[in-house]
């Protein structure tokens, strides 16, 4: 061997090691004496790892974006628009509705008159933006059909507004360092949110997820100083309608203190009875004319707060407006599809209203935090929920720590008893894979979770496999005769194709594992790969150059301990 | 020098039969008993699926005095929780693993969605509250008034459920196809052919077994079915290579001897490496903890059986396909596939010199 070449393998190797050594104990500012206590290397190790919500503690939730919520609504919507044209144009529309069914979205307007079909569709173009929509006649139904393409570009663009509303959200919480993400397969509208640390999530949960969707809408009925038109059942309400609701009519729950005998009870303890209510539909003016939310108590009584609000300037000029036009009839808060308050219009009011309702002061805080940071654009559901108390985390970093040296001693136990010195040779490539793994974690910025630290101690297995086929072929070599010089190099020589071979199929099912993997499996495949390819530079070069360094002190090597 | 084999000369392929047959048996016992436990109606499903899978939620729950299971399940049966199952963890006795199912039909249906993920764990935690109030603080043993905390929770919908599921066994086969071509792309596709029958029947002795003991099958077991594909696939790959170096060493043996002594040549190196990583997975397994237990025993059953498949199976097949392959190559001459055909080997050799 030449030692030119040897020289520059040590020195390759050193500053590897070095760079290793640095990259998981190193501190990350300029060092000082701290940082070569043993208190200090394990600050540092501590603050080097990123690690994982299995093994830090916290909440892992999956939400899924209810884009075919969103969509049917605006199918109903244009049912409700076409309509209200139909009437304020004079067109024969017999009817509107939304079709939803077998995953399309569409709307049909049936008229009694087929010759007025296309003036009834130039109606529908000049008010409704339809635009993306594809339109097909016949007889006397037109139907209005959301095409697949135009379905995609929606669910995107509701999931992108989904994610930075949530963002929003989660910013005012004080969450410290989440982790928001789309999540899944493209079209699977979902949303990944890591909250490390937190335990209990429900309060996040509920806030996040909170749809807030404010609308002042027209409650129908008589004008003031007539009461509030108020049904005691939902079927009462339905049959002042004639039995169904026309698109542009709603039937809302509303929660009121009981009346006997049409006297309203000015007694605040009374528990509240639900009454039905018929509004009109689409609202006057809704969340998205919102400019600010605020919690607000009067007597600063837990159970007494109320939501103040104040619109933008569209918004209030439409509503002042239409509030102009209405004194005297009834106008309703609705928070969620639910009647928070009703109130008659004294006098045209412009731009800010009061939710009122028994909040409490966080329930009020909350809810005025979801209404300021504007409407989900549908609805979300929880699809998955980790949630992992620090003292679990804590027991899984003790029991990975004990597996990983576990079978890292008997690893060593046995390639020491079995191949005595050049055992000592695997040994240092094995802590050398193990040190430039964690380093290689670090260096990429990747989180060690639980199966992460699995994947270490497979690889602990599999890296000494790649000394095992060498050390085994050296053997051979030996057994046919050969001298040492001649065994060592051609044991490397021959079991050199077959590691590459082995490496390169482990890490192609870890690859598959890696791209289609979530979560903690990730972090398996992550370590996997990772060891394995470090494994080809300590397995091979490292190993290779000990025996270098072994055969090239004697001037004749005869024999080898292996 | 230690050694195990020094001069190992056994006839594995001559054996095949018996050893196909043990594979055989086993892969048929997990069969019939995922079979028979999805058949039999009120029994359990052929797999013990984990949330993952099934959907459902799971509670970690620690207590200060543990209870015994049967009080834990009154407690809960009290509270309206019936079908949960309550299990103590093995390695610390005042942990409790509850799981709930999905609550009934009811729950894929629209608008239950939201309330099922909470429901379960908002009972449970009625039922535990009949021991004690639930530690406020980061750890149980900090508040002096908790008699218990829920220190972890997981709890997926059936959507997700069934999403992750399906992406479990395409990953698998995917991995799967991915092996087979890079074997066929170094080797042939016969070699790649035995090598992934070989994994297949690794794959699913495993199931077979977690079937047949109802260990719970969760993500992290198709993370250790993956490293299995991997491990069992590197043993084969160790024979074939030595197959491939030692045809074109002894080109007037056959395949069927070649094939025999590379197995017996390899052999120390199957039995240590095999041996390491049995060991390395034990430690994971003694001390991997609750959480990777399924994982561990997966990789445990999947190094053993990987290790016997190489021998038992992937070489077997292979011999076997590469004979009948050459056999067709020399149709004009048909000869039996015997163990000392001569007009196969001058095909071998062009077939070796082409690769080289």
Redesign the interface.
């Known amino acids: 061997m030449n030692t030119k070449n040897f020289k520059w393998r040590v020195i390759i190797i050193a500053a590897v090691t070095l760079l290793g050594l640095y990259g998981v104990f190193g501190p990350r500012h300029k060092p000082t004496k701290q940082d070569f206590t043993w208190a200090g290397i394990k600050a540092n190790l501590r603050n080097n790892i990123k690690l994982g919500l ?1 093994l830090k503690g916290g909440t892992h939730l ?1 939400m ?1 974006v209810k884009v075919e919520d969103a969509l049917k609504r605006l199918c109903e919507n244009n049912a409700a628009e076409t309509l209200r044209i139909g009437k304020e144009k004079n067109l024969p529309v017999t009817n509107a509705m939304a079709d939803v069914s077998g995953g399309n979205f569409r709307f049909k307007v049936e008229t009694s008159d087929a010759s007025k079909v296309q003036a009834i569709q130039d109606a529908i173009k000049e008010k409704v933006d339809i635009s993306d929509w594809t339109v097909s006649a016949s007889g006397n139904t037109i139907i209005y059909t959301y095409p697949t393409s135009a379905v995609k570009v929606f669910s995107e663009k509701a999931v992108d507004q989904a994610l930075k509303i949530i963002d929003s959200r989660l910013n005012a919480t004080g969450v410290i360092e989440p982790t928001l993400q789309r999540h ?1 397969a493209a079209g ?1 509208n979902q949303i990944l949110l890591q909250m490390p640390g937190l ?1 209990d999530p ?1 309060r996040i ?1 509920g806030m996040l ?1 909170g749809e807030s969707k404010l609308e002042l809408v027209h409650v129908v009925g008589p004008p003031s100083p007539s009461p509030i038109q108020k049904y005691n059942t939902k079927e009462e309400a339905m049959a002042s309608l004639g039995g169904t609701v026309p698109p542009n009519r709603r039937v809302l729950p509303y929660k009121d203190e009981p009346t006997t005998s049409g006297q309203q009870q000015e007694d605040p303890n009374a528990p509240k009875v639900t009454y039905w209510v018929v509004v009109e539909t689409p609202a006057v003016v809704d969340g998205e004319q919102l400019r600010d939310a605020q919690a607000v108590s009067r007597t600063q009584q837990d159970n007494d707060y109320q939501i103040a609000f104040s619109l933008k300037k569209d918004g209030a000029d439409k509503f002042g407006a239409w509030t102009g036009q209405n004194i005297n009839q009834y106008m309703g808060v609705v928070l969620n599809d639910e009647v928070k308050s009703i109130a008659y219009i004294k006098s045209q009011i412009s731009d800010s209203g009061e939710i009122s309702g028994s909040f409490t002061k966080q329930s009020a805080e909350d809810l005025a935090l979801t209404l300021r940071s504007g409407a989900l654009p549908a609805p979300i ?12 985390g804590a ?2 970093i003790r ?2 720590l ?3 040296v ?3 001693l ?2 060593i136990l ?2 020491g ?2 191949y005595r010195l050049s055992g000592l040779n695997a040994i240092l490539a094995l802590i050398l894979n193990m040190l430039l793994t964690v380093a290689g974690l670090i260096v990429l910025g990747a989180t060690l979770t ?2 992460g630290i ?1 994947g270490i ?2 690889t ?3 890296a ?2 790649s000394n ?2 060498v050390f ?1 072929r050296i ?2 070599e030996l ?1 046919e005769g050969k001298n040492v010089t001649s065994s060592v190099w051609g044991g490397f020589d ?1 079991a050199f ?2 590691i590459i ?2 490496h ?10 890696f791209v ?3 979560g ?2 990730r972090g ?2 992550v370590t ?1 790969i990772l060891g394995l390819v470090i494994n080809l530079f300590t397995a091979i070069y490292v190993s290779r150059t000990i025996f270098m360094y072994v055969l090239g002190r004697k001037q004749k090597a005869e024999s080898l301990s ?1 | ?3 195990l084999f ?1 001069k190992l000369d056994f006839d594995w392929l001559g054996n095949r039969k018996y050893f196909i047959m043990v594979s055989v048996v086993i892969m048929l016992a997990g069969l019939a008993s995922a079979v028979v436990r999805q058949a039999r109606p009120g029994g359990t499903e052929a797999f013990n699926l984990g949330v993952d899978f099934k959907g459902g939620t799971v509670l ?1 729950v ?1 207590f200060k005095t543990p209870p015994t299971a049967e009080n834990l399940r009154t407690a809960l049966s009290n509270a309206g929780v019936t079908d949960a199952i309550i299990q103590q963890s093995t390695s ?1 006795p005042d942990e409790f693993l509850i799981k709930l199912p999905l609550e009934g039909p009811a729950a894929t249906v629209e608008g239950a ?2 309330a099922q ?2 429901a379960g764990r908002t009972k449970v935690k009625k039922a535990l509250d009949t021991f004690g109030k639930e530690a406020t603080t ?3 043993a900090e508040d002096g008034n908790g008699a218990y ?9 059936p ?2 459920g069934n ?2 599921r399906k ?1 479990a066994v ?2 698998t086969l ?2 799967l196809v ?2 087979l071509l ?2 066929a792309f ?1 080797f042939k596709w016969t070699y790649g052919a035995g090598a992934v029958i070989a994994v297949f029947h690794d794959v699913l002795v495993t199931l077979g077994l977690f079937s047949i003991f109802q260990w719970e099958v969760n ?2 077991v ?2 250790a079915l ?2 299995i ?3 069992s ?2 043993d084969s ?2 024979i074939f ?2 197959i491939r ?1 030692n045809l074109k060493l002894r080109r007037r043996e056959t395949l069927y001897d070649i094939t025999n002594e590379s197995v017996n ?2 052999m ?2 199957t039995v ?2 095999g ?3 049995f ?6 397994v ?4 609750e ?2 237990r399924s ?2 025993i997966a ?1 445990l059953i999947g190094v053993v059986f990987g290790t016997y498949s190489t021998i038992a199976i992937a070489s077997p097949i292979m011999v076997w396909w590469q004979q009948k392959v050459d056999a067709a190559s020399v149709k004009p001459k048909p000869v039996t596939p015997t163990r000392t055909s001569t007009p196969r080997k001058t095909d071998r050799r062009s077939r070796v010199a082409k690769q080289t």
């Open positions: 299995d999956v899924r899944g699977s335990q429900e949960k997820a559901e929880y699809q998955e929920e980790r949630t992992v108390g620090p003292s679990l027991d899984s029991a990975g004990y597996a990983s576990g079978g890292l008997f690893v046995f390639v008893f079995y639980l199966p699995a101690i497979l602990i297995g599999m000494v496999d095992v086929l085994e053997r051979e057994r021959h194709i077959t071979d082995t390169i199929t482990t890490i192609i099912s870890s690859l598959f594992l289609f993997g979530t903690p499996i398996f495949a996997l292996i | 020098m230690f050694q020094t970690i620690k610390k969605d939201k993920v909470d980061n750890t149980l905390k829920i220190i972890g929770t997981e709890a997926v919908g959507i997700a999403e992750l992406q395409a990953v995917l991995a991915g092996i890079y074997i170094r993500l992290t198709v993370a993956l490293t594909v991997g491990f696939v590197n790959i160790v290579d030595r170096e040549q390899t120390s190196r240590i490496t041996g390491l990583v060991l390395s997975t034990l430690a994971l003694i001390w991997g903890g959480v990777l994982f561990s990789l």
